[in-house]
């Protein structure tokens, strides 16, 4: 009997180890109770004789190096010495909390090596490593060295991709074949921890017998020798150290173990079906967008969907139909998750909505204001507040995934979805952003009232050059890094679940067959992990509407090589055959639908969909709650904006008579907009009941006798103008509601930003009369409305306040509620003079070669207040600071007026020379207070040199060394970056 002995040895650790002999027969070596913990596990089949040596010759040889009983970590060596007489070196790893055998991923790509690397210290300028091949037969093929290949510092920021490119490697001297490769080895100098993730091969046409260590979060100590690759003998030998694991890591380890055994056990039809997403319509009696109502679910539709074709997420509420109760919605999603734990994987739906400004699709449901005037709050709680009462609607409907928020910068007003956004800043929409993903999904995502996010549109969808929804945008990769990124990394650093793809296309290229934005940028460069699903039918229209895939079998490879990882079909099952029978013909490789299968099924397991597919109803006893309608309330009043109050015509004098008219004083839906109860928002059917209109809400306040009400127009035509001035002559104020028709996506396309001819004729009359008159303004974009700005006295911005709109705009119109909201876009004066706040200089030019070309109606930022507020003592710690300096700028703010108010403190900084032709102003941070009468507030902000940064041309972030100017309403401070 051959046996061996492992010896471990401990350093600064007080825990004493044991030797435990390993024979032969038994396949299995244990050193256990180690804190309660068994440190090692060594599996072996029938190993050739020649593997084992007498103990003396010490060929197996473990090393513990850690305080792992402090904090963790540890560092864990395996080496088989290479003696004569007959030991085989096989070779050392080692982990950080832990690690388990896993197979490399195998992608097809340009011949590669790719790995990704980064540093746990400061920064590792210089870092050695060594890379050697080897084939089959033992033989080292090559080794090269780092300083070849790694050109740039590694930061602490990101992780680095290393990519070397087979050509680099003297193949033809070393006759070497990739087909026989079978080990990495990366050799690290000991510059502190590193982590090494996302290891490639390829190509690789053999696939590995096994593994030997998961590349995935490896830690290096002192010691830095790291092998990733594969065990070339049909014997298998696997490698599993079980270590006191940090309790915050326990579940995800717990989790990626639980996927890989159910992918390892899944057949391609069930991977399949996991990237498949219908809409609730396919499985409902009727026809697809001819629901049969009461609505029901189809049984046998749902078993076709469920059982044979194994779709694995369902959603909205069906095409053709609206607002669902909520006791419907939890019928039908039991039902279906019912019918999923029948399938052999018993993988749950995981279910989607639009809830985008409330639970919109369930009657009851809490409705908010549209992102827009969320942005216009400039609250970035209070949206996270939103978002959480969101979040415990959606789950009280038992739907797990929110199709929201959209992080979409909004640059182009005629295009349809401007109102969904958070407005034209990156800054200020990466904040409100991050905002809203934190109340959706809360620190807990399993917790019963949390929801997966998922941001929308990957990316550019915002600025389609023709201002149409879903027709072609323009943009560069360094345009796209600039302004549009941010609010998508911000997002994803925010831990963001899933993404949707944006539907068009970026200067020839449709966005859901773009590799390099859905892998290299989301994937390799944002470190996105999550879900990334199409918008609807987007992979079939590849084929029928863009025209790149020749058929719908190519639409499908497209996609799917590019990063797609679940198709938001909706109404057929194509797309599932087409990927089954891509994965059978060799076309798309398996591996690369296990990638898109683990993160659909990571998301739903952090939900805890796999222990509670269905919530219990009897934890909601708040849906659609008094409590929830008064956040949505705060929320409405603190997003409308004032924007003109000429001789204090706000707020309204008591004890006066009011005339209101105009198409939104008498309308919940001109109140909500689209994705209202109905994806259009225009049915009044659903409306929710108790809500009150403008005119209800001043009714209810000032009393009947004082409101007179004539519509006067609706939203394209006049109605009994005459009359209307009339009614009008024996009041002290009027009051104009003016709105857009409510519309999102292609339906909302428009030929031009300016107001309806029939409501300027309602101003225009009504101005005949010299009474003070108040414009309230409730649109889906900015509308144009120079002609009548200077025929009104005030003007309120309402955006689309929401349900609680109603009473807000009623108490900031009386003065029970003192406006603070604050314009999140420039407000064009014309409909061909768009432009924005952080402008090019050039595009101050005027037709007189002087700089008065910007003329906004309004300035991104804008809102006035009942009380005044003024700026002093603008200060900054460090005039002069370096790339690695903190400044610290104060500002003093006082209410110099008689009435408490809330001001939202902005930081604007002017880059004086760079580059990249700078903007005249970017907004870098901003800050909420509220003041009493008299009281003055040091409002403190803190930078640094990355936040006067830019994206430069070779699309990387750069911060130039020069001369910055800081300002804070009227003050200005000049620093300089050394």
């Known amino acids: 009997m051959s046996s061996f002995f492992l010896s471990l040895q401990a350093q600064k650790s007080p825990i004493s180890f044991q030797k435990t002999e390993l024979y032969e027969e038994n396949n299995a070596a244990e050193i256990p109770n180690i804190n309660g913990f068994t440190a090692l596990n060594l599996y072996h089949d029938d190993v050739d004789n020649s593997v084992w040596v007498s103990p003396e010759k010490q060929c197996v040889t473990m090393k513990l190096n850690t305080e792992f ?11 088989w010495d290479k003696i004569e007489g007959g030991c085989k070196w096989i070779g050392m790893g080692f982990g950080w909390n832990g690690w388990e055998p896993k197979e490399l991923s195998l992608v097809a790509n340009d011949a590669a090596i790719q790995f990704y690397v980064r540093s746990l210290k400061d920064t590792l300028k210089s870092l050695p490593w060594a890379i050697a091949l080897e084939d089959y037969s033992g033989v080292q093929a090559y080794t090269g060295f780092s300083k070849d290949y790694l050109s740039e510092p590694i930061t602490v920021a990101k ?8 050509t680099r490697f003297p193949i033809e001297a070393y006759d070497l074949d990739l087909t026989l490769v079978k080990q990495f080895i990366i050799q690290f100098d000991a510059q502190g921890e590193v982590l090494v993730d996302n290891f490639t091969i390829v190509p690789l046409e053999k696939k590995p017998t096994d593994v030997l260590i998961s590349p995935k979060s490896t830690g290096m100590n002192d010691n830095m020798e790291l092998i990733l690759g594969n065990i070339p003998t049909e014997k298998k030998i696997g490698l599993m150290a079980q270590i006191p694991q940090k309790e915050e890591l326990s579940t995800e380890l717990s989790i990626n173990d639980r996927i890989d055994a159910i992918v390892k056990n899944m057949t391609v039809a069930e991977k399949a079906g996991q990237m498949t997403q219908i809409d609730l319509g396919v499985i409902s009696v009727g026809g697809i967008c001819q629901i049969e109502q009461p609505h029901r679910l189809d049984e046998a539709k749902l078993k076709k969907a469920i059982l044979d074709y194994k779709v694995g997420s369902i959603l909205n509420c069906g095409c053709g139909t609206g607002t669902l109760e909520i006791e419907m919605w939890r019928k039908f999603i039991t039902r279906i998750q019912e019918e999923a734990a029948k399938t052999r994987s018993k993988i749950p739906v995981l279910y989607g909505v639009d809830a985008v400004h409330g639970v919109n699709y369930t009657i009851g449901g809490t409705l908010f204001p549209q992102q827009l005037g969320q942005a216009a709050t400039w609250n970035p709680e209070l949206v996270e507040k939103a978002a959480q009462v969101t979040a415990y609607e959606c789950r009280a409907s038992f739907i797990p995934w929110n199709f929201s928020p959209i992080l979409d910068i909004a640059r182009q007003p005629l295009w349809s979805r401007f109102f969904e956004t958070y407005g034209e800043d990156s800054y200020l929409a990466k904040t409100i952003g991050k905002a809203a993903v934190q109340g959706y999904q809360g620190k807990d995502l399993s917790s019963p009232y949390s929801v997966a996010a998922c941001g929308k549109h990957f990316l550019g969808y915002s600025v389609p050059l023709s201002g149409k929804d879903r027709t072609p945008a323009y943009l560069s990769p360094r345009d796209l890094r600039e302004y549009f990124v941010p ?43 999550g879900i990334a699903v199409t918008d609807w039918g987007d992979i079939e229209y590849l084929h029928t509407r863009h025209l790149v895939a020749p058929t719908m079998r190519d639409a499908v490879k497209m996609a799917i090589m590019a990063g797609v990882d679940m198709s938001m079909v909706p109404n057929n099952f194509d797309f599932t055959d087409l990927l089954i029978d891509l994965v059978k013909k060799g076309e798309i490789p398996e591996s690369r639908l296990d990638l898109s299968v683990k993160r659909i099924l990571k998301v739903k397991m952090e939900l805890g969909l796999f222990e509670n597919p269905v919530p219990k109803a009897s934890d909601y006893p708040d849906f659609g709650s008094p409590k929830f309608a008064e956040l949505s309330y705060q929320a409405a009043s603190e997003s409308v904006t004032l924007l003109k109050n000429d001789k204090q015509t706000l707020p309204l004098a008591p004890n006066k008579k009011v005339f209101l008219c105009g198409p939104a004083a008498h309308s919940l ?53 005459q009359a209307c001035v009339k009614s009008a002559a024996n009041t002290d104020y009027i009051v104009i509601c003016l709105g857009e028709m409510p519309s999102t996506e292609i339906p909302g396309n428009i030929e031009d930003l300016n107001l309806a001819q029939a409501q300027v004729n309602l101003v225009k009359a009504m101005a005949k009369l010299k009474k003070p008159i108040i414009l309230v303004t409730m649109f889906n974009r900015p509308m144009i409305i120079k002609e009548i700005v200077g025929l009104s006295d005030a003007i309120l911005a309402a955006y689309l306040p929401g349900d609680m709109g109603g009473e807000a705009i009623a108490d900031i119109l009386i003065g029970k509620v003192n406006p603070s909201g604050k314009l999140p876009f420039t407000y064009p004066s014309a409909a061909g003079n768009v432009m924005h706040y952080d402008r090019k200089y050039t595009e101050d030019q005027d037709t007189k070669f002087g700089t008065n070309g910007y003329q906004p109606q309004f300035d991104f930022g804008t809102g006035l207040s009942y009380t005044t507020f003024e700026y002093t003592d603008l200060k900054v710690d460090k005039p002069i600071f370096s790339q690695k300096d903190k400044i610290s700028i104060t500002v003093k703010v006082k209410n110099t007026g008689k009435v408490t108010g809330k001001e939202v403190v902005q930081l604007y900084y002017k880059d004086n020379y760079a580059t990249i032709t700078p903007a005249v102003k970017k907004l870098c941070r901003y800050s909420k207070i509220e003041l009493k009468a008299g009281e003055e507030q040091t409002v403190t902000f803190s930078l640094s040199a990355a936040d006067f940064s830019f994206v430069a041309k070779n699309l990387k972030r750069i911060t130039e060394a020069g001369d910055f100017d800081l300002k804070v309403g009227n003050l200005t401070q000049k620093i300089t970056l050394k």
């Open 69 to 79: 009983a402090q904090d963790g970590k540890y560092s864990l060596q395996l080496k």
């Open 159 to 166: 992780w680095t991709k290393v990519t070397i490119p087979i």
């Open 487 to 529: 609010t998508f990394e911000e997002a994803i650093k925010s831990g963001l679940k899933s993404v949707m793809i944006n539907s068009g296309e970026i200067s020839g290229s449709p966005v859901t067959a773009d590799y390099d934005i859905l892998t290299t940028l989301l994937r390799d460069e944002l470190h996105f992990d």
């Open 669 to 721: 839906n001109l109140l909500n907009g689209a994705w209202t109860h109905t994806w259009q928002g225009t049915d009044t059917v659903f409306n929710t009941k108790g809500k009150q209109t403008v005119l209800q809400a001043l009714e209810n306040r000032l009393g009947s006798d004082n409101i007179t009400f004539a519509k006067g127009a609706s939203l394209t035509e006049n109605i009994d103008l």
